[in-house]
């Protein structure tokens, strides 16, 4: 089972984490985010200690989701050492969350990658890119 | 084990007060300020309408932890938890007050007995009698020492719907209140307006009241499996949503489909209202926070609860026509005329079924685990799937075996336009691991107790006063005639395709 968090315990699992943070934002109504349970459960098993997999109810945990802006769900927000570096936003395939983990393990393994975190410009430009946009 | 709503917790409950302590904007669509109460460390605060003296507090208590649920033989039950219940005069909605009253639920329920009207127009009745509703609430009172509060109205009718709401203050509506026969929409335009009048419009009208006056009560809403049809490719019937690891694939671009609604492929204008009404139900739980759960029921047959055994005058109706009765009903029926178990087209066609007894079981199941605000579920009530054919063998072996009659089976052309040969591949998997729900009555033993009940010497006159009315004679290209007879043969005396259905239930 994929570890629920809530705003209190929000710091500590995810932005003093040691390794990289998949954080799936959802709530009771939305339907795609009651499907993707499976596809979470099967990422944080095959992850492990790599990449810590977590989920957070937006409507029990409005200071987050006004803080990170999160204007869709499911909101699938990445962080890597405690900065959130890249999000995608609406159901995803197994492969595609696949990638987005892979893709921030090889960002935490680069040196000063706290420096390098994504701008939120930059988040929505890679999201209009993603939706065929730019 | 702990029951399955042992961990419901408060957003679960009717009970919680969640309206102006919770803004459930905060994500998405608005960007204002948060509106709701918040802790010291930015949690949700609430109210507890049974339990004012809790004041303010984090909205974490499990329905285990309060007092207000009680362990019940169906997992913790609100304590006098009100249940309306909309269509209760029916086959089902009588079943299911007599149930709920017995259980300790506080029921009332209202019908305008349009069930008891088009089973007349069809020159039909039911063949196990039916009182009065005045006499059936007596007749609950003296045998089972039950009160059920009943109103006579139409569920369109809202001003008089909205002051019974307001009185009753339901935490929890299920919704029976619809025409349920697909060849009464197709007889002509009028039948197919008052369909969809009835069943489409109805229910709209119900969700402004609900987000009127209780916006926290769960509407348990029937649908059918036949919203679904049966796809061609053998694509799986998933429970309303498409599971996250569904890909659609174009132009060498992948996307999930996870949690987009199905496609649905209606077969009647019947079944397209029950389409139209899973849209209205979804779009209301989305604008309004409200919460419901869309049954798609498979083909319900039986005649058994314990409550309605327990004295004739409790008994619920029982159709035969071929408008209402359903399909195992019917052939139990003609069995035991003497009339050979009529078989529309091919009889390849799969459904799906569920037992009486087993349905109300599912639905005491739902309503003691409510959805949260804005959660729409649905689920597919199923126990088994059965071939036409093979449920026509069964049937008529029984009656053979069992009851020494010579049954025989017939194909005759299909009044319908459906599919008759056909892959059917149905996932019901949230009844049994989510809501812990056990099938008890297999096709078998049911097909027993309606035999058994039926050839009571009373009831088979009634039967045979209304024979004629079990053939098929509306047709969907709005003909009235009656159907060709295309082949008479004993059971067992033929090979039926091999193919059989899936029933995912893991």
Same mark, same amino acid.
Request: aromatic share 8%; proline share 5%; with cysteine.
């Given at each position: 089972?994929?570890?629920?968090?809530?705003?209190?315990?929000?710091?500590?699992?995810?932005?003093?984490?040691?390794?990289?943070?998949?954080?799936?934002?959802?709530?009771?109504?939305?339907?795609?985010?009651?499907?993707?349970?499976?596809?979470?459960?099967?990422?944080?098993?095959?992850?492990?200690?790599?990449?810590?997999?977590?989920?957070?109810?937006?409507?029990?945990?409005?200071?987050?989701?006004?803080?990170?802006?999160?204007?869709?769900?499911?909101?699938?927000?990445?962080?890597?050492?405690?900065?959130?570096?890249?999000?995608?936003?609406?159901?995803?395939?197994?492969?595609?969350?696949?990638?987005?983990?892979?893709?921030?393990?090889?960002?935490?393994?680069?040196?000063?990658?706290?420096?390098?975190?994504?701008?939120?410009?930059?988040?929505?430009?890679?999201?209009?890119?993603?939706?065929?946009?730019? | 084990?702990?029951?399955?709503?042992?961990?419901?917790?408060?957003?679960?409950?009717?009970?919680?007060?969640?309206?102006?302590?919770?803004?459930?904007?905060?994500?998405?669509?608005?960007?204002?300020?948060?509106?709701?109460?918040?802790?010291?460390?930015?949690?949700?605060?609430?109210?507890?309408?049974?339990?004012?003296?809790?004041?303010?507090?984090?909205?974490?208590?499990?329905?285990?932890?309060?007092?207000?649920?009680?362990?019940?033989?169906?997992?913790?039950?609100? $304590?006098?938890?009100?249940?309306?219940?909309?269509?209760?005069?029916?086959?089902?909605?009588?079943?299911?007050?007599?149930?709920?009253?017995?259980?300790?639920?506080?029921?009332?329920?209202?019908?305008?007995?349009?069930?008891?009207?088009?089973?007349?127009?069809?020159?039909?009745?039911?063949?196990?009698?039916?009182?009065?509703?005045?006499?059936?609430?007596?007749?609950?009172?003296?045998?089972?020492?039950?009160?059920?509060?009943?109103?006579?109205?139409?569920?369109?009718?809202?001003?008089?719907?909205?002051?019974?709401?307001?009185?009753?203050? =339901?935490?929890?509506?299920?919704?029976?209140?619809?025409?349920?026969?697909?060849?009464?929409?197709?007889?002509?335009?009028?039948?197919?307006?008052?369909?969809?009048?009835?069943?489409?419009?109805?229910?709209?009208?119900?969700?402004?009241?609900?987000?009127?006056?209780?916006?926290?009560?769960?509407?348990?809403?029937?649908?059918?499996?036949?919203?679904?049809?049966?796809?061609?490719?053998?694509?799986?019937?998933?429970?309303?949503?498409?599971?996250?690891?569904?890909?659609?694939?174009?132009?060498?671009?992948?996307?999930?489909?996870?949690?987009?609604?199905?496609?649905?492929?209606?077969?009647?204008?019947?079944?397209?209202?029950?389409?139209?009404?899973?849209?209205?139900?979804?779009?209301?739980?989305?604008?309004?926070?409200?919460?419901?759960?869309?049954?798609?029921?498979?083909?319900?047959?039986?005649?058994?609860?314990?409550?309605?055994?327990?004295?004739?005058?409790?008994?619920?109706?029982?159709?035969?026509?071929?408008?209402?009765?359903?399909?195992?009903?019917?052939?139990?029926?003609?069995?035991?005329?003497?009339?050979?178990?009529?078989?529309?087209?091919?009889?390849?066609?799969?459904?799906?079924?569920?037992?009486?007894?087993?349905?109300?079981?599912?639905?005491?199941?739902?309503?003691?685990?409510?959805?949260?605000?804005?959660?729409?579920?649905?689920?597919?009530?199923?126990?088994?799937?059965?071939?036409?054919?093979?449920?026509?063998?069964?049937?008529?072996?029984?009656?053979?075996?069992?009851?020494?009659?010579?049954?025989?089976?017939?194909?005759?052309?299909? =009044?319908?336009?459906?599919?008759?040969?056909?892959?059917?591949?149905?996932?019901?998997?949230?009844? =049994?691991?989510?809501?812990?729900?056990?099938?008890?009555?297999?096709?078998?033993?049911?097909?027993?107790?309606?035999?058994?009940?039926?050839?009571? =010497?009373?009831?088979?006159?009634?039967?045979?006063?209304?024979?004629?009315?079990?053939?098929? $004679?509306?047709?969907?290209?709005?003909?009235?005639?009656?159907?060709?007879?295309?082949?008479?043969?004993?059971?067992?005396?033929?090979?039926?395709?091999?193919?059989?259905?899936?029933?995912?239930?893991?």
């Amino acid at each position: 089972m994929v570890k629920e968090i809530t705003t209190k315990s929000f710091k500590n699992e995810v932005i003093e984490s040691s390794v990289p943070v998949l954080i799936e934002c959802w709530a009771s109504w939305c339907l795609p985010c009651k499907q993707i349970d499976p596809a979470l459960n099967l990422l944080a098993e095959t992850y492990k200690d790599r990449c810590k997999i977590l989920k957070i109810n937006i409507d029990r945990n409005p200071v987050i989701s006004r803080d990170y802006k999160v204007q869709g769900l499911p909101a699938f927000l990445l962080f890597v050492n405690g900065k959130e570096v890249d999000r995608k936003t609406g159901s995803q395939t197994d492969e595609q969350l696949q990638k987005l983990i892979e893709q921030a393990l090889s960002e935490s393994g680069k040196e000063g990658s706290s420096d390098s975190s994504k701008k939120e410009e930059d988040i929505i430009k890679d999201r209009l890119r993603d939706l065929g946009y730019m | 084990m702990k029951p399955h709503n042992a961990e419901k917790t408060c957003w679960n409950c009717p009970a919680a007060l969640f309206k102006g302590n919770v803004d459930f904007r905060a994500c998405g669509q608005s960007q204002e300020e948060i509106k709701a109460k918040l802790g010291e460390e930015g949690q949700i605060m609430i109210e507890c309408a049974r339990r004012p003296e809790l004041g303010y507090f984090e909205p974490t208590i499990t329905f285990e932890q309060c007092t207000e649920w009680e362990k019940g033989e169906y997992g913790y039950q609100l $304590k006098d938890m009100r249940v309306m219940i909309l269509g209760m005069d029916g086959y089902l909605g009588w079943a299911l007050a007599l149930k709920l009253a017995k259980l300790g639920f506080r029921v009332s329920g209202i019908d305008n007995y349009t069930r008891r009207d088009t089973v007349m127009e069809k020159g039909a009745h039911t063949i196990v009698p039916i009182e009065k509703m005045t006499d059936r609430l007596h007749a609950a009172q003296d045998v089972l020492g039950l009160h059920i509060n009943f109103r006579r109205m139409d569920i369109r009718e809202r001003d008089k719907l909205g002051p019974f709401l307001e009185e009753e203050k =339901p935490e929890a509506i299920v919704h029976y209140g619809e025409i349920p026969s697909a060849p009464y929409s197709m007889v002509d335009v009028d039948h197919a307006l008052a369909v969809q009048d009835n069943n489409t419009l109805g229910t709209l009208g119900l969700l402004w009241l609900i987000k009127d006056i209780v916006p926290e009560t769960s509407l348990i809403k029937l649908g059918t499996m036949g919203e679904y049809g049966a796809p061609l490719t053998g694509r799986p019937l998933f429970e309303g949503m498409f599971p996250s690891d569904a890909i659609l694939k174009w132009r060498g671009k992948e996307w999930s489909l996870g949690g987009e609604i199905t496609p649905r492929d209606p077969v009647s204008f019947y079944h397209v209202s029950k389409v139209q009404d899973t849209f209205n139900v979804y779009e209301a739980c989305k604008y309004w926070w409200l919460r419901s759960y869309d049954i798609q029921q498979g083909v319900i047959y039986g005649v058994h609860t314990d409550e309605t055994a327990a004295d004739p005058r409790l008994r619920t109706r029982f159709d035969i026509d071929e408008w209402f009765g359903t399909v195992v009903n019917r052939f139990v029926a003609q069995a035991i005329m003497g009339i050979p178990l009529s078989i529309y087209g091919a009889g390849e066609q799969i459904k799906g079924f569920i037992a009486l007894e087993d349905a109300m079981e599912c639905m005491v199941r739902l309503i003691v685990s409510p959805p949260e605000p804005g959660q729409y579920d649905v689920v597919n009530q199923v126990s088994g799937l059965y071939k036409l054919n093979d449920a026509a063998e069964t049937i008529a072996s029984v009656a053979n075996e069992k009851y020494n009659l010579d049954t025989k089976i017939q194909r005759v052309s299909n =009044p319908r336009v459906e599919t008759e040969i056909h892959p059917f591949e149905t996932v019901s998997r949230k009844l =049994p691991n989510e809501f812990k729900f056990k099938q008890r009555v297999s096709l078998e033993k049911e097909i027993d107790r309606i035999f058994k009940l039926l050839t009571q =010497p009373h009831i088979k006159k009634r039967i045979a006063e209304k024979a004629h009315t079990i053939l098929p $004679k509306t047709h969907w290209t709005g003909e009235k005639k009656d159907a060709d007879i295309i082949e008479t043969y004993k059971p067992g005396s033929k090979t039926y395709g091999e193919y059989q259905g899936i029933l995912d239930l893991e």
